[in-house]
């Protein structure tokens, strides 16, 4: 079992919709999470971070983690067609690995207009 | 420049041949780091580097895997007689510090026939 499930969907939303994307865990270790965004042919791009527990907004979007159970999420509102990408969830630890990132597999997300 | 650059961007090898990948990191970027990312999977941690000291290379897959960043700043990782399983994209990423945010370059396709 991986350190980090993700849904690799693909997932299909008509413009506007609100769309669910989530991860679970198995490493309590893991402290700062991260939602990536990575168009074709593109590298990640940071989208939301987050430390520990709670909440986070930032426009259309919102992280939440909730790490009693090893889960989190991210909300797109009112979705774009330009929202269409993979959206890799990522996460590390604090101490001495606290630079490695583990991503999960990446949901491919389309948004139809 | 103005982000993490990758050359080539396109590499198609014979199974057997040598090639080496370049990364020229943000500059004033103190860490670097390379991810492999296999088709429909996440970015997998391959090594980091602080400057021109390798901190961590516990992510290579095998000996035929080696990086270098000799002066603190270009990266090259270099892949010895290619296999059909080394075929992925290869991505570097640069942060001012180890558990700063990472900025991922576009990545180089690597193609083992």
């Known amino acids: 079992q991986k350190e980090v499930e993700q849904d690799p969907g693909p997932l299909s939303v008509p413009e506007g919709a609100i769309v669910s994307l989530n991860c679970t865990y198995s490493?309590?270790?893991?402290?700062?999470f991260m939602w990536y965004r990575q168009y074709s042919r593109k590298g990640p791009e940071l989208l939301m971070y987050?430390?520990?527990?709670g909440n986070k907004e930032d426009g259309r979007f919102t992280a939440q983690v909730d790490k009693s159970s090893k889960y989190i999420s991210l909300f797109i509102r009112d979705s774009q067609p330009s929202d269409s990408a993979t959206y890799l969830c990522?996460?590390?630890?604090?101490?001495?690995?606290?630079?490695?990132?583990?991503f999960g597999k990446g949901t491919l997300l389309t948004v139809n207009p | 420049g103005a982000g993490v650059s990758q050359s080539p961007r396109y590499k198609v090898a014979k199974r057997g041949q040598d090639v080496a990948l370049r990364c020229d990191p943000i500059?004033?970027?103190?860490?670097l780091f390379w991810y492999q990312q296999a088709l429909g999977q996440g970015p997998e941690f391959l090594t980091y580097?602080?400057?021109?000291?390798?901190?961590?290379k516990s992510g290579l897959p095998s000996d035929r895997f080696f990086a270098e960043r000799p002066e603190g700043s270009v990266s090259t990782l270099k892949i010895q007689r290619t296999q059909q399983e080394d075929s992925a994209v290869y991505l570097c990423?640069?942060?001012?510090?180890?558990?700063?945010?990472?900025?991922f370059g576009p990545g180089t396709r690597l193609t083992v026939l």
């Open positions: 990423a640069s942060s001012l510090g180890r558990s700063n945010e990472q900025f």
């Open positions: 490493n309590s270790a893991f402290q700062y």
């Open positions: 987050t430390y520990s527990s």
């Open positions: 990522a996460m590390r630890g604090t101490g001495g690995s606290n630079y490695k990132l583990t």
């Open positions: 500059s004033g970027h103190v860490s």
């Open positions: 580097f602080q400057n021109e000291a390798q901190l961590d």
